[in-house]
């Protein structure tokens, strides 16, 4: 009998241990992963976690309607708080750019229609990379509008993994970076910014306002990765190159707050000069994201 009651109280006493064991390891480690480096760029600093907090938003913002309105010429939002989605308007159809998630569908063509278009109008789908906040809604807008879905050839084993509802993903043709897309006078030229994806894709058009033609520039993200491996930093390398030399007068992202939309927005009700119109603010996203690229890339060469 005291043997008995011996052996249970070592193995409470175990089990308390292991107990405290755990509870001291899930105080250290949080799951979390480090939030390091931090970059500062015209004053203000940047964490890899504030900047992907800063794109996404709360999952309300990524999914509640932001309020649709022209940005320049025949190009509109569309899309929501967080997640960006454009209308560029054609006498001969329209080009939508980023379905975002499947459920943003809806609000989307919600969107549309209170611009006064007809979602029904979209002949030609872009998206600027395989992400699921970007094109999962991808199969849902063609079902929806008979669209001719287009994508970068090295996104493509991305895009066709993305399968909502098991619904196969469409690409009707692929491109290839410099290719242009021509719907109704209007061109959009894909260049290829590989690195947040292989096939990470901005786009350019000239929009026409007011008597004056706007170099448009809707970029990819080009925020790295925690791991840079050396093919990552030749195509960032690349990208960033690429990205500052395209002329630009109206700069636009696949997240709303790489161009700070819901500020230039706001300074739509004055009424005064287009604020979307910001050749000096063209190349802040590029800043933000080289100086972090550049800090990842050094604390991996130190830690080696």
Same mark, same amino acid.
């Given at each position: ?47 890899? *976690? ?16 932001? %309020? ?15 997640? =960006? ?5 054609? &006498? ?13 569908? +809806? ?12 979602? =029904? ?9 395989? @992400? ?22 090295? !996104?493509? %084993? ?11 993903? +469409? ?24 690195? @947040?994806? %292989? ?21 990819? =993200?080009?925020? &790295?990765?925690?791991?840079?491996? +050396? ?13 500052? =030399?395209?002329?630009?007068?109206? *700069? ?22 287009? +604020?979307?119109? !910001? ?26």
């Amino acid at each position: 009998m005291k043997l008995s009651r011996i052996m249970i109280a070592c193995a409470g006493i175990a089990v308390a241990l292991l107990i405290l064991s755990v509870n001291n390891d899930q105080a250290q480690n949080t799951g979390q992963p480090e939030d390091h480096p931090a970059v500062t760029v015209q004053g203000r600093t940047y964490t890899p *976690q504030s900047i992907l907090t800063r794109n996404m938003g709360t999952p309300e913002d990524q999914t509640t309607q932001f %309020p649709p309105h022209k940005i320049v010429g025949n190009i509109y939002y569309v899309g929501t708080r967080t997640l =960006s989605s454009f209308l560029v308007v054609t &006498p001969q159809g329209n080009i939508l750019i980023d379905s975002t998630y499947e459920r943003n569908v +809806p609000t989307i063509q919600k969107s549309v229609e209170q611009l006064g278009f007809k979602f =029904s109008d979209i002949k030609i789908l872009l998206g600027n990379h395989a @992400h699921t906040d970007h094109q999962e809604g991808d199969a849902l807008v063609k079902q929806l509008t008979g669209a001719q879905v287009m994508a970068m050839a090295e !996104d493509v %084993p991305g895009l066709q993994a993305i399968k909502p509802g098991g619904k196969e993903h +469409p690409i009707d043709k692929v491109l290839h970076d410099g290719e242009s897309v021509t719907l109704g006078g209007t061109t959009l030229v894909a260049h290829l910014t590989a690195g @947040h994806t %292989p096939g990470c894709t901005t786009w350019t058009m000239k929009a026409q306002d007011g008597g004056k033609t706007f170099d448009v520039v809707i970029n990819c =993200s080009l925020r &790295p990765p925690a791991m840079l491996t +050396p093919a990552l930093v030749d195509q960032f390398n690349r990208s960033f190159k690429l990205v500052r =030399s395209l002329p630009c007068d109206v *700069q636009l992202g696949d997240h709303s707050a790489q161009y700070q939309m819901q500020e230039k927005y706001a300074k739509l009700q004055n009424r005064g000069s287009n +604020p979307f119109v !910001d050749k000096a603010g063209c190349t802040l996203e590029a800043d933000i994201e080289e100086a972090m690229f550049h800090a990842i890339l050094a604390e991996q060469q130190n830690v080696r």
